[in-house]
């Protein structure tokens, strides 16, 4: 397989890309491990992104003790935008994963 990332966004993808934020951590890392799926550019933006957010959340909710985890639901907000073939930012996160060429 080439290293180039395929462009075009599946319905596949926005699929896979919406479990991703749905079911994280276990299903963005399993992504992160197929090779079919990891050179798909979409799915790899967002598998990264959902995993982040997974960490800044669940950090957060232990901090608050629990109250934190109200959270949780914003990820369901983006499951539905990565359903929908969008690539969005997720404020500090976003930026993060890009400074480290992680998506």
Not at 30 to 52: N, P, W
Not at 77 to 92: C, D, M, N, S, T
């Amino acid at each position: 397989m080439s290293d180039q990332y395929i462009s075009e966004i599946t319905s596949d993808d926005k699929l896979w890309a919406a479990l991703g934020y749905i079911f994280s951590p276990i299903v963005p890392i399993i992504l992160l491990l197929m090779e079919d799926k990891k050179q798909r550019r979409f799915i790899k933006y967002h598998a990264v992104q959902s995993i982040a957010a997974f960490v800044v959340i669940f950090i957060l909710a232990t901090i608050t003790m629990g109250c934190g985890s109200i959270l949780v639901l914003i990820m369901f907000y983006w499951a539905y935008k990565a359903y929908q073939g969008e690539y969005f930012e997720i404020p500090v996160i976003t930026n993060f994963i890009k400074n480290q060429g992680w998506a």
